[in-house]
């Protein structure tokens, strides 16, 4: 495969609970098309969350072996005993705090965070710079602090903000992906500063192309290693995969 990786796993992509409109088909065609071979999946919005848990997402492990599906957390409207019931058929998580306007350092998501960690799992979270706290990567990395034994891969490049990424190699738990505010040159420029085990591949289809972002890694200037690091092993490791 070009730039010597052999795999490659999206870490940021999003489905619906239709068959047409960006449903499970639709993901694989467009996986099929760029090569890419795994994906981390997770419903567009909370709204759509229960009924594409039940019709697509539901013990998916057993459906297709390369899609992984994440449980897109909203504290407001997930009760705790629906979480523990449901969240064991998930990988990971997924936090949205703009879109479903909370806190994340808000205490109702406490033992929420206590039981990912008691799984193991990582959590991806929605990062910007949007004149909004809760998505202010320079703020919500503190999370990686408060807790140590969760693996938060912060979403869109952490807005490639300085402040973020003088303090990313600080947390061993805080990973960035690479979705819509990463460049080529800004790969290179903080492959050199932080590493490429910082670093994951993510796509956010169906809001960014696919192939565009994958497209920014190959260009990069990057040894082939750096490049497979980024586009699966990283992922792979978090995900605890075999292989």
Do not use: W
């Amino acid at each position: 495969m070009e730039g010597g990786t052999s795999m490659i796993l999206d870490f940021h992509l999003h489905t619906t609970n239709s068959t047409e409109n960006y449903g499970l088909d639709e993901i694989r065609r467009v996986m099929r098309e760029n090569g890419v071979d795994k994906a981390v999946i997770f419903p567009m919005k909370q709204g759509s969350s229960d009924e594409l848990m039940r019709r697509n997402m539901d013990n998916a492990k057993d459906v297709d072996k390369n899609l992984f599906p994440f449980f897109r957390l909203d504290p407001k409207s997930v009760k705790m005993n629906e979480f523990l019931e449901i969240s064991g058929k998930f990988y990971g998580f997924k936090l949205h705090p703009r879109a479903e306007n909370f806190d994340p350092f808000s205490s109702a998501l406490e033992p929420f965070f206590e039981e990912i960690a008691r799984q193991h799992k990582p959590v991806i979270i929605h990062s910007r710079k949007e004149n909004n706290q809760n998505t202010d990567p320079d703020r919500i990395i503190g999370l990686a602090d408060m807790y140590p034994d969760i693996n938060f891969v912060f979403g869109h490049f952490a807005n490639d903000s300085e402040v973020f990424f003088g303090k990313l190699n600080e947390r061993k738990n805080a990973y960035v992906e690479t979705s819509i505010v990463s460049s080529p040159k800004i790969i290179e420029i903080r492959v050199k500063q932080v590493g490429c085990g910082k670093i994951l591949f993510g796509s956010d289809f169906p809001y960014s192309d696919q192939e565009i972002e994958l497209l920014k890694i190959r260009k990069a200037g990057l040894s082939d290693y750096e490049k497979d690091r980024i586009l699966y092993a990283n992922a792979k490791n978090l995900l605890g995969l075999q292989g």
